[in-house]
């Protein structure tokens, strides 16, 4: 249906679409990214697409609004280039907590970033582990939720753990079922509730055991690592032996890095979804790539082949 594979790599994770392209066994395709004075973006092709299946590989790291709007721009430049298909694989999807109200008189900002998604000209869009479940209906175009479970569980599972599976909160619970059912191992909730009027959440109760185990604390991403840190502390008090700690996304908003270089963590897994610069790259942090994960689901997209049996579903 469709021509060639064109990926385009955007200014959010240049190193993450290299990789994919190596993956895929292709060069990237080139084209400008310019910055005006005024902070305007301009983007340029530098050969054409048309007919092509085009992907764009951006996330959503800092600086997140310019990162966003260069790929807005970026697929409406491919659209007026007649591109075949354009699939927008953001690895790291901003706003994914943004899904509903929860408060009065705001806004649901994961809709109205699918909404402008949709708007500039993207035909497919794909991302690795949405913090909800329910924004892939705020899509009309279709698309691939991915998750970068396996990666992580598999990495785990080469240690042979004596552990508990831990989440830092209820809402992650499922998740969590998932990485103990896979890994057999026994599963424990860190209870947490707001305090006062504030957004504040603090960990009062720890349910399951961990004395004498080991903890795997997993998450969906770690933005201050205020989460990670309660949950640290309260499994250490009730007896945990050695800590480790794995999420997808290492958004690593300060003092997050601190945080973590001052908690009792034996090993922080996670993955390249988001760049991590060399000073927030800690001696015990291990980073897996998500590039082999992204480049057989775009094969399997560009071919027409089944997703879902990557992951025996």
């Known amino acids: 249906m469709y021509g060639d594979i064109k990926i385009f790599a955007g200014s959010g994770c240049p190193d993450l679409a290299q990789r994919v392209a190596e993956y895929i066994?292709?060069?990237?395709?080139?084209?400008?990214?310019?910055?005006?004075?005024?902070?305007?973006?301009?983007?340029?092709?530098?050969?054409?697409?048309?007919?092509?299946?085009?992907?764009?590989?951006?996330?959503?790291?800092?600086?997140?609004?310019?990162n966003i709007m260069e790929m807005l721009i970026a697929v409406d430049c491919l659209n007026r280039d007649s591109a075949g298909r354009i699939t927008v694989v953001c690895p790291y999807m901003a706003y994914s907590q943004s899904d509903k109200k929860d408060q009065p008189r705001i806004p649901i900002t994961a809709r109205l970033l699918a909404d402008m998604i949709e708007v500039a000209g993207a035909d497919r869009w794909m991302t690795i582990d949405?913090?909800?479940?329910?924004?892939?209906?705020?899509?009309?175009?279709?698309?691939?939720?991915?998750?970068?479970?396996h990666i992580i569980a598999d990495y785990f599972k080469q240690m042979n753990l004596d552990a508990v599976v831990v989440t830092p909160d209820l809402g992650?619970?499922?998740?969590?079922?998932?990485y103990a059912a896979d890994l057999e191992l026994p599963l424990a909730f860190v209870e947490k509730r707001r305090v006062g009027n504030?957004?504040?959440?603090?960990?009062?109760?720890?349910?399951?055991?961990?004395?004498?185990?080991?903890?795997?604390?997993?998450?969906?991403?770690?933005?201050?690592?205020?989460?990670?840190?309660?949950?640290?502390?309260?499994?250490?008090?009730?007896?945990a032996r050695?800590?480790?700690v794995g999420f997808t996304h290492p958004v690593l908003s300060d003092p997050a890095v601190e945080r973590l270089r001052s908690l009792p963590i034996k090993e922080i897994v996670t993955t390249d979804t988001l760049p991590i610069p060399p000073e927030k790259r800690l001696p015990n942090m291990k980073v897996l790539t998500v590039a082999g994960l992204l480049a057989e689901v775009i094969m399997r997209t560009h071919e027409g082949r089944?997703?879902?049996?990557?992951?025996?579903?």
């Open 130 to 149: 949405l913090h909800s479940g329910q924004i892939q209906g705020f899509y009309k175009i279709p698309g691939d939720s991915l998750t970068a479970f």
């Open 25 to 66: 066994g292709i060069p990237l395709s080139p084209w400008d990214i310019m910055q005006f004075p005024n902070d305007n973006i301009l983007v340029r092709l530098q050969g054409s697409v048309r007919g092509q299946d085009v992907y764009v590989i951006q996330s959503h790291t800092r600086p997140v609004h310019r």
């Open 242 to 244: 050695d800590v480790y």
């Open 306 to 313: 089944s997703v879902g049996e990557l992951f025996n579903e």
């Open 198 to 239: 504030e957004n504040k959440r603090e960990a009062l109760n720890l349910i399951g055991e961990v004395a004498g185990k080991d903890v795997i604390i997993v998450d969906d991403l770690v933005d201050t690592a205020g989460s990670i840190q309660q949950a640290v502390n309260l499994v250490k008090e009730r007896g």
């Open 172 to 178: 992650y619970a499922k998740r969590g079922r998932n």
